[in-house]
Every structure is written in C-alpha cells, then in structure tokens.
C-alpha cells in the first residue's frame, strides 16, 4: 500500500495526551478546556434531544443555528451572510478546514500556509493533491513577513491560510496586518481560509480583526470557528464556515459527501444558547485571568515567557533551562516534570527548533496551580 500521506504520523496532541496520562502529568499540552460548559448549554442540548430532535439535520446545518451565527457576525463585524446560501455548520473547524480546501484546490494548485501553523493544513492540501507553499512567520516576533508572502505567490496560488489569534504563537494579527494583506490580495485570485476559532480570546484590550470586517478579504473567505472552542465544548465537534454564496455552493457540495450533516441536538442547543452573548462576550476577561495566573506563577522562574496576546496557549522560551531540543524537552518534562507541553517544532515543515515550547492555560485554576508548583519546583 502506497500512503496517502507518507510524511505523517501519529500528531503531536496525541501522543502528549497519551503521554500525560502515562505519567500521571498535568495536561497542558493538547489545546482543550478541562472544566465543564455553562450547564444552561447542556440543558439545551437536553432539552432538544426530549423534544425529538434526535435525526439527520439538514445538510448545511439546523436554520435556527445558521440564522444566530449569521447574526453574531453582522453584529461583531458589520457583514451580513445569507444564512441558506452562506453559512453551514460543520464538524469542528477541522472539518470545516479540509472540507474547504478539498473544494477548491485542483491537483497541482499552490497554497501557502505561515509557518508555524496547524498541523492538520499541510496534510489536508496534500489529500486534495495540492502543493503546500511554506512562508515562516518572522522568527522571534512570529509577524507576518507580507514581502515573504507576496514573494510566495504564484500564478498557481489558490488560497493562503491564516490564523490568528494564532496557534501555537498566541500572537494576534493587527488591523494594519489585514489591510495589508487585503492590499496585496487585491490584484489575485487568491483564496482565503481565515482560520478564526480563538476569535474570542484576545487580551490587553486587543480587537480579534476578523476578515469579515475587509470587504476585499469576505468577498475571497472562507471563515472558519468552532463552538468547541468558544463554549468550552471540544469534543462535540461542532464549528462554522461563512463565505461569498459561490464559495459555500461549492465547500457544500464536498460537505454533503463528506460528513453530510452534523448531529442534531448540539446544533438545537447551541442556537438556544446563543440568543445570549454574554457568554462569548466575556471570554476575553476569563482566559486573560488564566493566562495572567499562569504567566504571574512562572514570573521570576528561568523559563522566559512570551508575549500572549490572543489564543488559550502561552509559549515559553526554554533555552535558560535545558540543552534538550524542543521535542526532548517536552518527553522529559512530561516524564521527569509531570507538565505537558508541546514543542512548537511540530508546527513547522522543517522541525525548525527554537527553543520554545507551548503551554494551554485553558485549564482550571486548581489545575494551573498544580502545574506551576511541578514547574516552579524545577526552574
Ligand atoms: N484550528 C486551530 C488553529 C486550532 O487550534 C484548532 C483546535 N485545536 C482547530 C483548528 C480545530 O478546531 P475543532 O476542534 O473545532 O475541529
Ligand atoms: N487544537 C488543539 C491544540 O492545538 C488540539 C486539537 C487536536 O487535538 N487535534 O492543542
């Protein structure tokens, strides 16, 4: 059997994930919120499978939830998506993502990705027999680097994929960065697949400038969420996609093929859910709290901290502590430490090690705590 992608592994959360039970560690390693949804959510949830709605949704997703995610962007940014012809809920963003990339790029097309990025990108524009054109973001900083992008662009460029609040880097593209990009974007077809599932953490008083709020950016965009991110709900694998009606005619004809619809009761819950938006509105002051008690505990420690301006991930510079590259660090820390983290060289193509691992503080506090008395114990 000749692999489909012979490049790939087992990815890296999971096999943190698995490593941390091993051993006992605290997981701070795969991205996921370990304290439990606003019971209100649930009870939705519940109620909706009680009433029946237990069978096939439609394909593009249950109207009452289209309808509130469509609301929801106008009101955060200005731009109204039909949601019958332009928005359709999908199975988490990960979904959302393969789905898009496998609707628009031909056998050959080019489509440049920043590096450090996602790992499920690569490997989803090989399965569509696409060309992954890399371009580091800035080493150090992680900005974008537009004259790197620009160069990177081809007449055989499909699409780019960005990312912000990033993951890993927890940097948050500026208002000037999207202009920018929508400048050089103008003169091509390039498509965007804007990758925005921590749209709602952002710190500092920071804006989250989604690329619905560019009209030369919406008009080429695909945008990508995920209710598993933004209520604490990772593992119902619940997300969005909203673009122009031509892009969503043709990401809908993959997803009908695909997963076809997402399950039934969840999308009930989440529409109910979502006729309140404080529980989203309030996300930026409850992840900068973890962030700020993580960041405070490792204050005055060897492990030199990051700027964390977006996202639920704080990186770590470990070059004060250990010899060990960023891989090695992490099986020692989670072995000898009992904290898991993730080297940010599994983010990158090449296993670029720059010293510098990720941490998720989207844990409890208690958690957090324990976690920091292992590290404080150790640097
Ligand atoms: N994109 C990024 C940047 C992510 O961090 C994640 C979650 N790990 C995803 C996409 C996938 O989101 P979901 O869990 O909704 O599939
Ligand atoms: N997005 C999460 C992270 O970056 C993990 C999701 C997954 O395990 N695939 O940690």
């Known amino acids: 059997l000749t692999s489909r992608l012979p490049q790939v592994g087992t990815t890296i959360f999971t096999v943190m994930s698995a490593l941390a039970a091993e051993h006992g560690a605290v997981n701070l390693g795969q991205g996921f919120p370990d304290f439990d949804c606003d019971p209100t959510l649930l009870e939705a949830v519940g109620q909706a499978m009680r009433a029946g709605h237990n069978q096939y ?12 995610v469509a609301a929801k962007i106008e009101a955060l940014h200005g731009r109204s998506y039909h949601p019958d012809t332009e928005i359709t809920i999908t199975a ?10 496998l609707a628009v790029v031909h056998p050959g097309d080019e489509v440049i990705v920043l590096d450090p990025c996602y790992d499920s990108y690569v490997p989803n524009i090989a399965l569509a027999g696409g060309v992954a054109v890399r371009v580091p973001l800035t080493p150090g900083s992680f900005r974008p680097d537009f004259d790197r992008i620009g160069a990177a662009i081809t007449p055989r460029t499909r699409a780019l994929i960005i990312n912000s609040p990033h993951n890993p880097s927890a940097t948050v593209w500026s208002r000037q960065d999207m202009l920018r990009l929508q400048e050089l974007l103008a003169p091509t077809n390039v498509l965007l697949i804007s990758d925005e599932v921590y749209e709602h953490m952002v710190f500092d008083g920071a804006e989250h400038e989604s690329a619905a709020l560019f009209a030369g950016l919406a008009a080429r965009a695909f945008l990508v969420s995920s209710f598993g991110k933004t209520f604490h709900v990772t593992g119902w694998k619940v997300g969005t996609v909203a673009a122009p009606a ?3 005619a043709e990401f809908r004809k993959v997803h009908q093929f695909n997963v076809f619809s ?5 999308q009930y819950g989440l529409a109910a859910y979502m006729s309140d938006p404080a529980p989203y ?3 930026p002051r409850v992840y900068q709290a973890k962030r700020d008690l993580f960041r405070q505990g490792l204050e005055g420690s060897r492990l030199r901290l990051l700027p964390s301006t977006g996202s ?7 070059s004060a502590v250990s010899d060990l590259n960023e891989a090695d660090f992490c099986q020692w820390l989670v072995r000898e430490v009992g904290v898991a983290a993730i080297p940010l060289s599994a983010f990158y193509g090449d296993g670029f090690d720059q010293r510098v691992v990720r941490f998720c503080f989207a844990k409890r506090d208690e958690t957090l705590r324990a976690a920091l008395e292992r590290l404080r114990g150790c640097f």
């Open 281 to 283: 509105l309030q996300l």
């Open 246 to 248: 031509a892009l969503m």
């Open 57 to 68: 949704a439609p394909m593009a997703g249950v109207p009452l939830l289209r309808q509130a």
């Open 92 to 101: 988490g963003a990960t979904q959302a993502i393969l789905t898009a990339i």
């Open 312 to 318: 639920y991930f704080q990186c770590v510079d470990i």
């Open 262 to 266: 997402v399950n039934t009761p969840m």
